[in-house]
């Protein structure tokens, strides 16, 4: 294959407008959508106290990997069939497989939570009902994410942001009017599940018009095969951030969790939404051979600033967020820049694994290693520092293997010559 990367680099109209359309209205989504998202959490916080908001941060745990079971890499896998395939046949097949697929892996995933919920509920410390919350609004969250990916596959980026803003405004206004009816982490997740509902049947209104066919084995099969590694990335993805969850609640209470939740949300949350607004549009905008030298070199281009300016805005934005949760939540500045450095380097990992993984499936592979090893890392740091340091455990935890895996990515990428820009595609 011929190489891709040349020394100057020159951005493509084209993509240099998907990307700016993209992102703008991906920012204009994402950032109401942020907003409500941060009223939600600030009234859940308040008006639940650390120990009940501390619930709600448990099922969000629980509930996003049961998403990743429920939806196996089908989102992302459909994302780069329907940007790398334009035929509307071809498109129509992947759509229906998709969705057949997440049907069956979601039945298969009930029933084994009605079988067996209680029993990890009462292993993992949490209370019997969290574990069914959790697997509503998993179920919830992979039919939201699976409709929004056929739009970020077709680059519809204004509709996708639009889906985003009315989710989490539906979400907030449910949670409000179902916290003043009855306050509990329930009427929450409650809202939640019923809001993703919403932002999916939105993304079905807005979908182009597809030839949707009856499923085969050959249009399941590509998207098992590249699923599976999407899968084991995202998986570590997830691991990452429910990992100081779930042993903060197993050695301590779950007013730390709470505490664990308003410092979070105010860091790493934060570079979360960063994040989603730029992966949403760099990931399709990143594949294929031509896109993957350009997407090096806006990489190249914005890390010197990206560095200068993500700690102190991070800082920054969590003493805000704690100023909002209250005196229930006090600010300790150890613990502030604990899990600020933690949200730059969450940062970092997220955006290079995005490019890394949108290049092809060694890519994904090193996205994918380099995910296991941070998640490694947090769980052994975890086991030694959180049953006792607490929270302070779980901040150092995160970013010990945050760490870990940035320097691993910087080794692939090193190795692939791929920041220096002299590297074919293999």
């Known amino acids: 294959m011929n190489n891709i990367f040349v020394d100057s680099i020159e951005q493509p109209p084209s993509r240099h407008g998907l990307l700016l359309g993209g992102l703008a209205w991906t920012a ?11 009223a ?15 619930n709600v941060h448990l099922a969000i745990a629980v509930s996003d990997i049961l998403a990743l079971i429920a939806t196996l890499g089908i989102p992302a896998t459909l994302v780069k069939r329907l940007a790398d395939s334009p035929e509307p046949e071809k498109q129509g097949e992947a759509v229906s497989a ?17 079988l067996l919920g209680h029993f990890a509920a009462a292993g993992l410390r949490m209370p019997a009902g969290l574990v069914f919350w959790a697997m509503l609004r998993s179920s919830t969250l992979g039919l939201f994410i699976l409709c929004g990916s056929v739009l970020v596959g077709h680059s519809d980026f204004k509709n ?16 409000l009017a179902f916290l003043a009816a009855r306050p509990s982490y329930g009427s929450v997740m409650l809202a939640l599940s019923l809001a993703f509902i919403l932002g999916a049947l939105f993304c079905i209104r807005a979908w182009p018009r597809l030839a949707l066919a009856p ?6 099969r590509p998207l098992l095969e590249y699923g599976q590694l999407a899968t084991l990335w995202t998986v570590s993805s997830v691991l990452i951030l429910a990992t100081g969850r779930l042993l903060l609640n197993y050695f301590h209470t779950g007013d730390e ?68 949760f209250g005196p229930a939540y006090p600010v300790r ?81 090193a190795r692939l010559g791929l920041w220096s820009g002299h590297a074919p595609l293999a």
């Open 28 to 38: 204009a989504g994402f950032s109401a959508a942020r907003l409500a998202s941060l």
């Open 40 to 54: 939600l959490h600030v009234a859940a916080g308040r008006g639940l106290g650390p120990a009940q908001y501390g």
């Open 98 to 114: 998709a969705f057949t697929l997440f049907g069956l892996l979601s039945a298969a995933l009930w029933l084994l939570v009605c």
């Open 160 to 175: 996708r942001g639009l889906a985003e803003a009315l989710y989490q405004v539906a979400a907030l206004a449910l949670a």
């Open 215 to 220: 499923p085969s084995a050959a249009s399941c």
């Open 257 to 324: 969790v709470g505490l664990f939740g308003a410092y979070y949300t105010g860091t790493v949350m934060v570079a979360m939404a960063l994040c989603g607004i730029l992966s949403t549009v760099l990931f399709p905008a990143a594949c294929g051979d031509e896109a993957q030298a350009w997407a090096w070199a806006m990489l190249r281009r914005a890390a010197p600033w990206a560095l200068a300016l993500c700690l102190p805005a991070f800082l920054a934005s969590g003493a805000l967020f704690l100023a909002l």
């Open 333 to 413: 500045w150890d613990w502030l820049a604990l899990f600020s450095a933690g949200a730059a380097l969450f940062a970092a990992k997220e955006l290079l694994g995005q490019v890394l993984a949108a290049r092809d499936s060694d890519g994904v592979r090193i996205a994918m290693q380099g995910g296991f090893l941070t998640a490694a890392v947090q769980l052994v740091v975890g086991l030694l520092a959180i049953p006792r340091w607490g929270l302070a455990g779980a901040g150092a935890a995160l970013g010990a293997g945050l760490l870990c895996g940035v320097l691993y990515y910087g080794r692939g990428i």
